[in-house]
């Protein structure tokens, strides 16, 4: 079990953190406020579908055709802490470094589209 939890974890890890390091460089280095958030929906979605693979395969090879809720449950959790590790050590690792211009600017990024809704915050 443990050695499912780290291949699919690392599966599911990988497509998370692959594609979200080439969104950046499709985008670039300043982004966008609000960009195509339904992209990133159906990244998540597709990454942690790998669970429902792991644990019918894992339930099909190593249990013989049968497995029971905690134990699917416990895979499941499990492949999702290792995939959710590797997101976040992504995240360290590509947001981590000093961006003193991107830092200023997102603010005003965030209140350009507010002040069109709301113009008090502007």
Do not use: N
Request: charged share 15%; glycine share 16%.
């Amino acid at each position: 079990m443990k050695r499912s939890i780290l291949i699919f974890g690392a599966i599911a890890g990988a497509i998370i953190f692959g594609t979200m390091c080439l969104g950046f460089v499709i985008v670039g280095p300043e982004g966008t406020v609000g960009g195509p958030q339904w992209l990133g929906f159906l990244v998540m979605l597709l990454g942690f579908s790998v669970i429902f693979v792991a644990v019918k395969q894992h339930r099909e090879r190593d249990l013989g055709g049968v497995i029971k809720f905690g134990r699917a449950f416990l895979l499941g959790l499990g492949i999702t802490m290792v995939a959710s590790l590797l997101y976040t050590i992504g995240i360290g690792a590509t947001e981590g470094r000093p961006a003193p211009r991107r830092q200023r600017s997102r603010p005003d990024t965030y209140r350009v589209p507010m002040a069109r809704w709301h113009p008090s915050t502007g």
